[in-house]
């Protein structure tokens, strides 16, 4: 890896914001409604990285008031693609990985 070159999906929040903008284009507040315990900051960071990187494109729409919305660019729809059978397998054992999770905590709980 080159020097200074981050990782493209380096945060958890990443792939979730991909998976929401799949069906099509999301206001800010939208976003952030959909996902739960992300703060308005973290949003706006991983936002900012994802139209950076090229996966998304922020497009203000004249209107009153003035609106934000986010959608996926061609690359993104591709990444989206790419990652689509990991978001499915995270759906799909959440509540499998929450389980092993507590099973493993109190395991471990030495307080």
Same mark, same amino acid.
């Given at each position: 890896m080159?020097?200074g070159?981050?990782?493209l999906?380096?945060?958890?929040?990443?792939?979730?914001?991909?998976a929401m903008?799949?069906?099509?284009?999301?206001?800010f507040?939208e976003l952030?409604?959909g996902?739960?315990? #992300?703060?308005q900051r973290?949003?706006?960071?991983?936002?900012?990285?994802?139209e !950076?990187d090229g996966?998304?494109? &922020? *497009?203000?729409l004249?209107?009153?008031?003035?609106h934000v919305?986010y959608?996926?660019t061609e690359?993104?729809?591709?990444?989206l693609?790419a990652?689509?059978?990991? #978001?499915a397998?995270?759906r799909e054992n959440v509540?499998?990985?929450?389980?092993? !999770?507590a099973?493993?905590?109190? &395991? *471990?709980?030495v307080?």
């Amino acid at each position: 890896m080159r020097s200074g070159c981050r990782p493209l999906i380096e945060d958890k929040w990443s792939l979730l914001v991909i998976a929401m903008l799949g069906p099509g284009p999301r206001r800010f507040t939208e976003l952030k409604r959909g996902l739960d315990g #992300i703060s308005q900051r973290m949003l706006t960071v991983t936002l900012r990285n994802l139209e !950076r990187d090229g996966i998304l494109v &922020r *497009t203000v729409l004249e209107v009153m008031p003035p609106h934000v919305e986010y959608r996926l660019t061609e690359m993104g729809v591709t990444l989206l693609e790419a990652v689509e059978p990991m #978001i499915a397998w995270g759906r799909e054992n959440v509540a499998r990985v929450e389980s092993a !999770r507590a099973d493993y905590d109190a &395991r *471990t709980d030495v307080a």
